[in-house]
């Protein structure tokens, strides 16, 4: 039984991708809620999500996790920018939900 809460994660990022001119810096939500605090970021563009990342981390993030709207190799590219200080994962969508993201992101996001 744990009876610590020091290796608990308190604090994470989430991204999200959006469409429009959303800064990452003003316009993001956050929540705490029993000891632990989320910072939803929405990011503009995919190239922005390593640098929003890296900071997360240098301000606490103990985790990063990326909403399926940005694509597999921003993970990557977010590991790297932390330097692995933390884990960062990915949500992605099945197969059959290509067609309503697509409608929801129809432009490419390079």
Known sequence: MRTSRSHVVQQLGFHLLVLGEEDPVRDRAVISVGGLTTTIVPVPDCA???GVAKKLVADGAQAIELCGG???SVVTEVLAA???KVP???VYYGVESVHGL???FPV???
Do not use: F, K
């Open 108 to 110: 490419d996001q390079r």
């Open 102 to 104: 697509a409608a929801l």
């Open 48 to 50: 922005l999500a390593a």
């Open 88 to 90: 960062v994962g990915g």
């Open 82 to 84: 932390t330097e692995g």
């Open 70 to 72: 940005l694509r597999p």
